[in-house]
T-cell receptor, first 116, second 111 residues
Framework: NAGVTQTPKFRVLKTGQSMTLLCAQD?????MYWYRQDPGMGLRLIHY???????AKGEVPDGYNVSRLKKQNFLLGLESAAPSQTSVYFC???????????????FGPGTRLTVL | GENVEQHPSTLSVQEGDSAVIKCTYS??????FPWYKQELGKRPQLIID?????GEKKDQRIAVTLNKTAKHFSLHITETQPEDSAVYFC??????????FGKGTMLLVSP
């Protein structure tokens, strides 16, 4: 199993350009998440999904959109990139709570995005 | 929403010493507390977690303690080794579906 994969690994954008980051998981996980990681800021949740066709806002959703058309894929879109969106983006997935018990989140390898 | 504070931000120890990282959380309803390790340039990986119905959990050299009354939990690493050098993140479940992470602790273990 590949686990959680992310495409692309690196990307450089100019201010105002758009792009889509793809996350895929082959573990049949119900829940998927997008985080951004900035130096000294930890991991901050952008958006998440609790199932195919559903999305919800996290802590820092502004400037991003997401879609979960298929259970195994979770897309993160930047419509008009800004330098403040320079970051490392991590996707994660989990089974979600089962029987009231929380389950481990598995992370992808990350995408390093630079916006000039 | 949930707020997680993590201390210290950096920690340097000698090989063989113990290391302790502490976190506090704000939401008394939080019930799941994982710890993730992130090596340089790699993805975060779960190393241990604890649920609110227990006060301590051990896994070889790693242990986590939870004090629900004080709303804090700690990671203890004994007999540290150079390969323990990494950034460690604590987190708390801020809702049924999501985690709130602390800002991380960079642990450096010197030979």
């Amino acid at each position: 199993n590949a686990g959680v994969t992310q495409t692309p690994k690196f990307r450089v954008l100019k201010t105002g350009q758009s792009m889509t980051l793809l996350c895929a998981q082959d573990m049949n996980h119900e829940y998927m998440y997008w985080y951004r990681q900035d130096p000294g800021m930890g991991l901050r949740l952008i958006h998440y999904s609790v199932g195919e066709g559903t999305t919800a806002k996290g802590e820092v959703p502004d400037g991003y959109n997401v879609s979960r058309l298929k259970k195994q894929n979770f897309l993160l879109g930047l419509e008009s990139a800004a330098p403040s969106q320079t970051s490392v983006y991590f996707c994660a997935s989990s089974y979600g709570p089962t029987s009231g018990d929380y389950n481990e989140q598995f992370f992808g390898p990350g995408t390093r995005l630079t916006v000039l | 929403g949930e707020n997680v504070e993590q201390h210290p931000s950096t920690l340097s120890v000698q090989e063989g010493d113990s290391a302790v990282i502490k976190c506090t959380y704000s939401d008394s309803a939080s019930n799941y507390f994982p710890w993730y390790k992130q090596e340089l340039g790699k993805r975060p990986q779960l190393i241990i977690d604890i649920r609110s119905n227990v006060g301590e959990k051990k896994d070889q050299r790693i242990a986590v303690t939870l004090n629900k009354t004080a709303k804090h939990f700690s990671l203890h690493i004994t007999e540290t080794q150079p390969e323990d050098s990494a950034v460690y993140f604590c987190a708390a479940s801020s809702g049924y579906s999501t985690l709130t992470f602390g800002k991380g602790t960079m642990l450096l273990v010197s030979p």
